[in-house]
C-alpha cells in the first residue's frame, strides 16, 4: 500500500471518530514475558466490567493466542479470519466472563508475528467500526519490542507496563519505554508493579525505574498507577482458568486491582479531547 493511500484511509478513519472521546484505548505491554501482563489485563478488564463499563480486550500478540486460554475459552475464530477477509469482527468476537468481549489471536500462527502495513489498516478499520459501544478497548500486546509490540502502544492513547522486582524485568521496560520515544515520540508511560510483597517494595521497584528514565531519556515521563502483590490464589485461578477476581474477589491480588480499576474508571480521559482512535498510529506506519 502507497503512503499516500495509507494517509488518506487514515484521515478518513479520524474524520469519523471525532465524536468518540469517551472511548479509552490502553495498550498493556511489558519488555519481558512472564511478567502476569495477560492475566492483568483479564482482571483489569474483568473489574471495569464489574463497574458497568462496556470493555472489550484484543489479544494483540497476533500469533500467540493467550488470553482466551487463561480465560477458558475455546474460540472457533481469531484475528487472522478478520485480516484474510473470511470473517468480521463482529464474527469472531466471544464473551468472557462478567461479560467482557474478546477478540482472540491466532493459535502459533507465526505469519501473524509481522504483519504488513495493509493488514493493519484493515485491522484499524474494523476495530474503528465496532468500536462505538465501547467504553475502554485493552489491547494486551506481546512482551518485548517487535514491530507488532510498538505498533499497538502507538496506537492507543495511553501505555501501561507491568513490571516485576526482577532486574531483567525493569531492564528490558526500559528498553522497550527507549524504543517507544526514540522510534515512535511516545512520552508518557504508566507502570504497574506485579507480584510485589508490598507497596512499599512497589514504590522502590517505581523510583529505580524512574531514576533511570529520568538520567537518560530527556522528556520522557512515568507514573506509578498502582500494584499488585504477591498471592497464592492468583494461580489457582490462573490453573482454573478464571479471572482470581471472579474466583476469589476478596483476595489480596483481587483488592489492589479493585483500587486500579477505580483510579483508572474515576480519572478523566488522558488522551486529548476529539482524539480519534489510533489516530496516533497515522505517523508509525511503515
Known sequence: ???GNQAETLRKIAGKNMNRSSLRTIAVSSGKGGVGKTNVVANLAFALASRGFK????DADLGLNNIDILLGLAPKFHIGHVLSGEKTVE?????GPGG???LPAGDGL????????EKKMLLMDELDRISAGYDYLLFDTGAGISTNVTYFCSAAS??????TPEPTSMTDAYSLIK???QKHAQKHFRVVI???KSEFEAQGVFRHLSAVTDKFLRGVSIEYLGHLVYDSNVSKAVRNQKPFMQLYPYTKASLCMKELANKISSEKQIAPENQPLFWRSALQIQ
Open 91 to 95: 464474527e469472531i468476537l466471544v464473551e
Open 1 to 3: 500500500m502507497q503512503k
Open 179 to 181: 524504543i517507544l520515544n
Open 110 to 117: 507465526q505469519e501473524l508475528t509481522q504483519i504488513d502495513s
Open 55 to 58: 470493555t472489550i480486550v484484543v
Open 158 to 163: 495511553e501505555i501501561l507496563l507491568v513490571i
Open 194 to 196: 506485579n507480584s510485589v
Open 100 to 102: 467482557i468481549r474478546l
